[in-house]
């Protein structure tokens, strides 16, 4: 066997971790960015904020829980502290924080709230610290990443389980006028340190998609080249042709995963994608703006968690502290159609057959037959990523009235989960694996 076959057969097995294979089961959460931004109306605050505009005076955290879960998601991400460095839990180590705003007489503390609700409504909890600080004194200096490891060891150690933690790449210039160099590798070790299972976006464990638009690539796949993932220390495999040709190269421009790509990288490593856009055209709450619609958060949802990566949705609450009656219709409204569109599998029917066919090492066949002929809107496909992912390219058909096999769908990668909008009438159903890294190892076929 060649080196570069040896190399494929490797990029197959690359595994996730406990904690990247529990962060892909959580497959769709909300993002909460609440902040003086929501009093102020920008997008980026300056850090010269008073806090005494930070008013939530109608503060319902079990109602976002509550609209969130509506849309079918399974965990809450809240913006700890954006750029202005206004934090929404009472830090020792600051006084531009909730401590010094009106809301409970300085006695508040949100993302204590926030963890609280998402415990009782059953769902996962997570938070957001900006690196970047606009307010901090220390921002621009090395006494500023002391600085962010005090306040990040507080979240870490204070508020329960944490199942991510979300970095922002932000890095603007501080009052000395230079911008600061992060220390990624401590920010690491103390998540790895105080909360093991939580994954880390824009680091090791889960990429940034490229955009804030909801767009996925055609293939996104979890198995990387090492050099576009912020200090991967778990490289599993060598690339044959160790030339570093991807240095340089932005990964949105990259269809990252293929073969062309990997063959040149350092080595590979499993980071998945993340997609993340608001439900509203700002991530803080505008009052003019309007949600986009369901049409497009439905095809969004189709796009990423039926695409090998997760769904962040961003819901930012109103200046009163609750969320805004349009945006929590358009959650349910979400949710009612995602639960009509995937719940019933006809492959949990009385008399359904299903046969696996190994054709070679690197293509396969599963042949369905139902007990009568079912309409199906989508085919959900499951790889076994636990030991790695491996489909390349694959094909659905299905037999007609008349008997002849007609092509449903054509597909490039699979692996968590790939959701494929077809539109037939069927008994017979075919999945051919066309192209593989090595034998194909399902974890579960769906059809709606």
């Not at 790695?388 to 990668?413: H, L, M, P, S």
Request: charged residues 25%; aromatic residues 12%.
């Amino acid at each position: 066997m060649s080196s570069f076959q040896d190399f494929i057969k490797s990029a197959a097995h690359v595994r996730p971790s406990e904690r990247q294979r529990e962060w892909f089961d959580t497959e769709f959460y909300a993002f909460v960015h609440f902040s003086p931004n929501t009093y102020t109306g920008r997008e980026w605050g300056l850090g010269d904020e008073d806090p005494a505009i930070f008013t939530p005076v109608e503060l319902d955290c079990d109602g976002w829980v509550e609209a969130i879960k509506s849309a079918g998601m399974k965990g809450l991400i809240i913006t700890a502290k954006h750029h202005d460095g206004f934090c929404l839990w009472p830090s020792k180590y600051t006084e531009h924080s909730i401590k010094n705003s009106p809301y409970k007489n300085g006695q508040g503390d949100i993302v204590r709230e926030v963890e609280q609700a998402c415990r009782r409504g059953g769902i996962k909890f997570g938070f957001y610290l900006s690196p970047w600080d606009r307010n901090s004194k220390y921002y621009g200096t090395p006494e500023y990443n002391t600085y962010y490891k005090n306040q990040l060891t507080e979240l870490l150690t204070e508020y329960g389980e944490i199942f991510e933690v979300w970095f922002d790449g932000a890095c603007g210039e501080g009052p000395n006028g230079r911008k600061q160099e992060y220390d990624f590798e401590g920010y690491i070790e103390l998540i790895r340190k105080y909360q093991p299972k939580a994954v880390i976006f824009n680091g090791p464990d889960v990429r940034w998609c490229g955009n804030e638009a909801g767009s996925a690539r055609n293939a996104e796949w979890a198995v990387v080249p090492s050099e576009l993932c912020l200090l991967n220390h778990e490289v599993q495999t060598k690339g044959p042709l160790m030339e570093g040709t991807l240095e340089g190269i932005e990964p949105p421009d990259l269809n990252i995963g293929a073969l062309s790509n990997i063959m040149y990288s350092k080595g590979l490593v499993f980071c998945g994608s993340e997609i993340d856009m608001s439900i509203r055209p700002g991530w803080f709450y505008h009052p003019e703006e309007e949600p986009h619609s369901l049409d497009r958060l439905f095809t969004t949802y189709l796009n990423s968690v039926g695409a090998n990566t997760c769904f962040i949705l961003n819901v930012p609450p109103m200046p009163n502290g609750r969320f805004d009656p349009r945006d929590v219709e358009r959650l349910k409204e979400l949710g009612d159609q995602l639960r009509a569109s995937f719940s019933h599998d006809w492959m949990l029917e009385e008399g359904v057959s299903q046969t696996n066919t190994s054709l070679s090492d690197t293509q396969c066949q599963v042949e369905i037959k139902l007990p009568e002929a079912k309409q199906i809107g989508y085919v959900v496909l499951m790889e076994n990523i636990e030991n790695g992912q491996r489909v390349e390219n694959f094909q659905i058909r299905y037999r007609d009235a008349d008997g002849v096999w007609q092509k449903a769908y054509d597909g490039t990668c699979i692996g968590h989960k790939k959701i494929c909008p077809v539109n037939f009438t069927a008994s017979e159903i075919r999945i051919h694996v066309t192209a593989a890294r090595d034998a194909v190892e399902w974890r579960q076929i769906a059809l709606y």
